[in-house]
C-alpha cells in the first residue's frame, strides 16, 4: 500500500460506531430500498454529499476477471477528470480489490489550492463475495477536514450494502450517468 | 412536546434527520420535501422550529424562509438554514432572508441537537 493511502481495516470499530450514528442507519435502510442502478447511484450520491461532505465522486466497475475498472457514473466532475488510471496506483487497486476501503492520509479540500484530482477515498463496492465496483471521493467539501471514524462507518456501509442494486443485474447498463 | 419541521429534498437527509432526532430528542417531526410544502406546512401545523435546506426544487430556503418571516402566523418560528454551502456570502444571505442560525453539511449531531435544545428548551 503506498505510503498516500492506508486502509480503513477497522471493521470492528466501524460497526461499533455504526451502531451509535444514525447516519449509517440512514444510509443502510436507503440502500436496501434501492431497486436498480439508477436509484443506487443517486442514493449513494445523496449519502455521499449530504452525509458524508463530498460532491465529487466517481463509480467504478470491476471486470469478471477482477483486471480492469470502467467508469459507469460520476458526479461532480468535469469530463477530463473521470479518468481514474493516474490517480489509482496498483498497490491500492490491489488493497480495493481485496475489500479495503483506502483512505488518504491527506484528503483535499474544494476551494483549497490542492491537486483537484486528489482522490480522498476508494471504497471497495462488494457483491457476491467480490469486489464488484470501487466508488472514488475526490475533493470533501472545504467545511469537511478529515475522513472520520463516523464517516468510515458509513463507507462500511456503502460498501456492503451498495453491490447488489448497483451490480445484481450486471450487463443491464441502467442508470448510467456523467456529470 | 415540541414540534420540528424537517425540509429537505433528500429523502437520505430527512430519513437521517429523524433518525437522529426520535432517537435521542422527544420532539416530535414532520417533514417537507420543498420550500412551498414548508411554507403550507408551517402555516397548518405550526412548528416550534424549522430545520430547512437551502437548496430545493420549486421553491428554495432562502425564499421560504421569507415567505415564512412575511406571515403572521409564522414569523416568530425558529428557522435554522442547512446546507453544504459554507461561504460567509451565502450565509449572508440567509441571515438576510430571515433565518435564526445557519449549520452546515454534512451535519454534526451533537452539535445540532445542541443548537436546537438552545432554541426549544424553555
Redesign the interface.
Known sequence: MESDFAPSGQETVAAIEEAS???S???R??LRECEDRRNACE?VR??V?????C?EMALFEVDRKQQRLALIWSFGLEPGRRQLPQRLSDAVLSGVLAGETCIAQVCGHMGSECDEDKASAFVPIKFGGKTAGVLELLRL????TKIDELDRALLAVISSEAGKPLFGGRGSGKGERKR | MKKILLVDD????L??ER??LE?RTSYQCITATNGLEAVEKAQTETPDLVLMDVVMPQMNGFEACKRLRENEKTREIPVILVT?R?EESYMEAGFQSGCNDYV????N?PDLLKLLHSYLSE
Open positions: 450514528d444514525p447516519r442507519e440512514a444510509a435502510k436507503r442514493v445523496e449519502i454529499s449530504n452525509l458524508l461532505g460532491e467539501l472545504p467545511q469537511k | 433528500s429523502r437520505t437527509t430519513l437521517m433518525m437522529m432517537k453544504t459554507g452546515t453539511k454534512p451535519i449531531g
